[in-house]
């Protein structure tokens, strides 16, 4: 029956693997040696002084 309702079978298989990924994916990247980049904490600044607005620029 899967022919005539592959939305039924798509989202079993995506409704099984998406936790499945949660819980295996943590584990491949230490196996995998992969390491995340590091988020950002501060937005760089430009090196140069700030021109003042003129008008009603945004």
């Known amino acids: 029956k899967a022919y005539q309702f592959p ?5 079993i298989f ?4 998406g ?10 990247k ?4 992969i390491q995340h980049e590091r988020i950002p904490q501060s937005y760089p600044l430009p090196n140069r002084p700030r ?3 003129i008008g009603y620029e945004d």
């Open 51 to 53: 021109r003042p607005t």
């Open 30 to 33: 230490r196996a995998l040696n």
């Open 14 to 17: 995506f409704g099984t693997v």
């Open 7 to 11: 939305f039924a079978a798509w989202g």
């Open 19 to 28: 936790p499945l990924a949660v819980l295996v994916s943590p584990t491949v």
